[in-house]
């Protein structure tokens, strides 16, 4: 995906083939997309927003969206971010829920890490979300890079052939229409839409074992040994 002039198309269009040729999304389902602010999942919840007119006439899919939220109470932007996907979700008139937890006291207190326990607080809430309201499938927004990191945080920690395969684009009830697009495109995509996402500081603090990978270990293999690496190593 090298135009920038055409990214948005571009990326549109491989959601499109994603959704299809995946079977991700099937006529009359309803879709909870979680959502932080970030530019990866802002980029997933304008994609599918915009991609509903076309899939329906295009491939006669109709689908619901709605958009799941959790403040983890780390950060003192959170509640600004909070504000900032309700505002949009009022924008293009779909369901917002909203979860805030406590994360580093419910970490101390159950002894696990605080990127472990936001994890787990947060797909309890969406499948208790998804069960009360009677959605079919959670959208989330793992993208090439995560893919990457995931492969290489298997490979660190030690792991079968399954955990060096990475991602798939559906897992049970989870779907990733982005997983196959690039961190780059992704981040051209929001400014070319003006989405303004919020930015998640405590993505560049490296303290956790994934900000490691993705701060430090990449980009020393990107330039120390080979610039093409994460398409390589996908």
Same mark, same amino acid.
């Given at each position: 995906?090298?135009?920038?002039?055409?990214?948005?198309?571009?990326?549109?269009?491989?959601?499109?083939?994603?959704?299809?040729?995946?079977?991700?999304?099937?006529?009359?389902?309803?879709?909870?997309?979680?959502?932080?602010?970030?530019?990866?999942?802002?980029?997933?919840?304008?994609?599918?927003?915009?991609?509903?007119?076309?899939?329906?006439?295009?491939?006669?899919?109709?689908?619901?969206?709605?958009?799941?939220?959790?403040?983890?109470? /780390?950060?003192?932007? $959170? !509640?600004?971010? &909070? +504000?900032?996907? *309700?505002?949009?979700?009022?924008?293009?008139?779909?369901? %917002? #829920?909203?979860?805030?937890?406590? /994360?580093?006291?419910? $970490? !101390?207190?159950? &002894? +696990?890490?605080? *990127?472990?326990?936001?994890?787990?607080?947060?797909?309890? %809430? #969406?499948?208790?979300?998804?069960?009360?309201?009677?959605?079919? !499938?959670?959208?989330?927004?793992?993208?090439?890079?995560?893919?990457?990191?995931?492969?290489?945080?298997?490979?660190?920690?030690?792991?079968?052939?399954?955990?060096?395969?990475?991602?798939?684009?559906?897992?049970?009830?989870?779907?990733?229409?982005?997983?196959?697009?690039?961190?780059?495109?992704?981040?051209?995509?929001?400014?070319?839409?003006?989405?303004?996402?919020?930015?998640?500081?405590?993505?560049?603090?490296?303290?956790?074992?994934?900000?490691?990978?993705?701060?430090?270990?990449?980009?020393?293999?990107?330039?120390?040994?080979?610039?093409?690496?994460?398409?390589?190593?996908?």
């Amino acid at each position: 995906m090298n135009s920038e002039k055409n990214i948005v198309e571009n990326i549109l269009e491989l959601v499109k083939l994603n959704i299809v040729e995946n079977n991700l999304i099937e006529n009359g389902e309803k879709i909870l997309v979680a959502v932080s602010g970030g530019p990866d999942s802002m980029c997933l919840l304008n994609s599918l927003y915009l991609l509903k007119n076309v899939l329906k006439n295009e491939n006669s899919i109709e689908y619901d969206l709605a958009v799941a939220h959790v403040n983890h109470m /780390i950060r003192e932007e $959170s !509640k600004f971010e &909070k +504000i900032y996907v *309700e505002e949009y979700c009022k924008k293009i008139n779909i369901p %917002f #829920f909203y979860l805030e937890e406590n /994360i580093p006291f419910i $970490s !101390k207190k159950k &002894k +696990i890490s605080e *990127e472990s326990c936001g994890r787990e607080v947060r797909y309890n %809430f #969406f499948n208790k979300v998804l069960l009360e309201n009677k959605f079919t !499938k959670i959208a989330t927004a793992h993208n090439l890079n995560d893919d990457v990191e995931t492969i290489l945080l298997n490979l660190i920690r030690g792991s079968g052939l399954k955990g060096l395969t990475g991602m798939d684009f559906k897992f049970k009830n989870i779907i990733r229409p982005l997983v196959n697009i690039a961190k780059s495109d992704i981040m051209e995509y929001n400014i070319l839409q003006n989405l303004n996402p919020c930015i998640d500081k405590t993505n560049f603090e490296n303290k956790y074992v994934r900000n490691k990978i993705r701060n430090l270990l990449i980009p020393t293999l990107q330039n120390e040994y080979n610039e093409n690496i994460i398409n390589n190593i996908i």
